[in-house]
């Protein structure tokens, strides 16, 4: 045992060293502890089970055993997707490595499945030579109690430690602890019956064992299946996204939200409806904001914000309109007729047409700014609209800047 726990805090030792307020890093140093556990608590009554059970001649202790060398393998699978899960987005992983969790778990329910069938082969073997069974010795019993009373306990250490982190892997984990202790109480009662005299409970007992290793595994397996084929967030934690994003100033609607399960977490893609009339940067800035509050939800890896200025799943997209270099390039020219050369153009692409606003420099003066409304009122706008396909055209006067100087304070 000494030694065990030296490795265990070696293995540790970089990991205590982070911040402890990263949630992340929490997780995984729950991982490793809570898995660390297991592993030395597994390694001892695996050993037991299997020598006691081979001398005290009952299969279904032994088929316990061989669970409990299950379970031990499956902790190393943890602690190897633990750790690499926890590593950095890179060149072949843009989002990250949160998914080795969910092929571990993946990996865990097949071996499982495996396990669970094979102890029902041997179980149905041993039924069907039952006069060949020795008597079971009361030994057996003991060992049982023990090793139902250890994982019970393993379980709701577990358990409250994969809570408290928000960790799905562990929280299968610690479920898998509770299947232990359940094929534990099951041993128990068939040795307890094998002793009374009833001397077919002994593999019956070993049977169920399996089936419930076998049902097990097929859960864990189908969950981490359905998360690998891009498994969104129950309705629940969608609506929590949506909550976060219409609560953000400047969004007037949400659509076309989608959520994607990456281990733990998950990925959203929303598009947000915000004033079709506000600058890109602004509507960049409103996206950027929805974002932040999206990252709050511990549930949330990442969030791509898509800006539209209409609800593009309802409405037509405008891919039919002229594109503004052509647009630019008819106005000037117009302008240009009357020696005048535009400050600014404007476009609003919308599904119900365009929109063009055009801003002329600020007047040098009085006279000169009477003048330039003249020619502007000269110009046929409608004719220009009609030839921009535009829905409106307005035209503006920019005003004139003033500087002013704020006084200086000593």
Known sequence: ???????????????????????????????????????????????????????????????????????????????????????????????????????????????????????????????????????????????????????????????????????????????????????????????????????????????????????????????????????????????????HLMATPGVRDVHELRTRKMGDFALVDAHILVDPGISVSEGHYIAESARIRVLKDHRVLDALIHVDPENDALARPPVNLPPRAQIVSEIEAAFAAHQMKPLAINLHYLSTGLDVEVTLPPATDAGHDAEAFALVESLDLTDLKQKLGARSLRVARALTSVEASAPTRV
């Open 1 to 243: 045992m000494p030694g065990k726990m030296n490795v265990f805090n070696i293995l540790f030792s970089f990991h205590m060293s982070l911040a402890v307020g990263d949630p992340s890093v929490e997780k995984h140093q729950v991982a490793r502890r809570s898995t660390f556990v297991s592993i030395v608590l597994n390694a001892v009554l695996m050993s037991l089970q299997i020598a006691i059970g081979v001398i005290a001649h009952s299969q279904a202790l032994v088929a316990d055993g061989v669970h409990s060398l299950a379970d031990l393998i499956s902790d190393f699978v943890v602690l190897l997707a633990n750790r690499h899960s926890g590593a950095k987005p890179d060149a072949d992983h843009n989002y990250g490595h949160s998914r080795y969790e969910t092929v571990a778990s993946l990996f865990l329910g097949g071996l499982l499945i495996a396990v669970g069938v094979g102890m029902l082969w041997r179980a149905g073997t041993r039924l069907a030579h039952l006069d060949d069974i020795p008597a079971v010795h009361m030994s057996a019993f003991v060992v049982a109690a023990v090793v139902l009373v250890s994982k019970e306990s393993l379980f709701r250490y577990m358990l409250r430690e994969a809570h408290r982190v928000r960790s799905a892997m562990l929280v299968a984990n610690a479920w898998h602890a509770r299947s232990d202790a359940a094929s534990s109480l099951v041993v128990a009662l068939g040795i307890l019956g094998s002793l009374a005299g009833v001397r077919l409970l002994d593999p019956i007992a070993a049977a169920i064992v399996g089936f419930m290793v076998a049902r097990m595994g097929w859960v864990f397996g189908w969950e981490a299946l359905q998360d690998l084929s891009d498994r969104a967030l129950d309705e629940a934690s969608a609506d929590d996204v949506r909550a």
